[in-house]
């Protein structure tokens, strides 16, 4: 099993469309990162672990699930890269691989420490945006099977009977 631990304020800072949307609203780049991990995580299978630090949200330390998404945000005086650290050595074991998604070289190295592996904000976004497209291509090629004629026949002759269905001459 994959376990992915994402360091959600680290993400929102490095990812261009969500570090302009944290200029205007914090919590809808939150939401905007939580749904961009659930279409991840259903596209991988992988395990999506999104840490918050309380101190943008002050008094609610809580974990939560959000479309197969765990959102946790720390207690007030526990950081983000604390509660990472902590999941990433409960985790970590011969049936786990868990990366830890964060560009903080700190953190980098006390999770290798740990036995995890690191997934840059960079090297996260690149998946994320890929895994889109490829969404975006499944999508398609499911509507253009969908719209396939059962029986094969050429464009001139689709043609004609579109003409007959609409009652044209």
Known sequence: ???LIVDGYNMIGAWPELKRLKEKDLGQARDLLIDMMAEYQS?????????FDAYHVRGIARKHEDHKVEVIFTKENETADERI???????????????????????????????AFRK???????????????IKKDVETHNQVQNQPKIPMNKEMRDLFEKWRRGDK
């Open 120 to 134: 840059s904000a960079r090297e996260l976004y690149i998946e994320v945006k890929n895994i889109e497209g490829e």
């Open 1 to 3: 099993m994959i376990v």
């Open 85 to 115: 650290e902590k999941l990433a050595g409960e985790l970590n074991d011969v049936r786990t691989q868990v990366y830890v998604a964060t560009s903080d070289f700190a953190e980098q190295r006390t999770i290798f420490g740990q036995g």
């Open 43 to 51: 596209y991988t299978g992988d395990r999506i672990i999104v840490v």
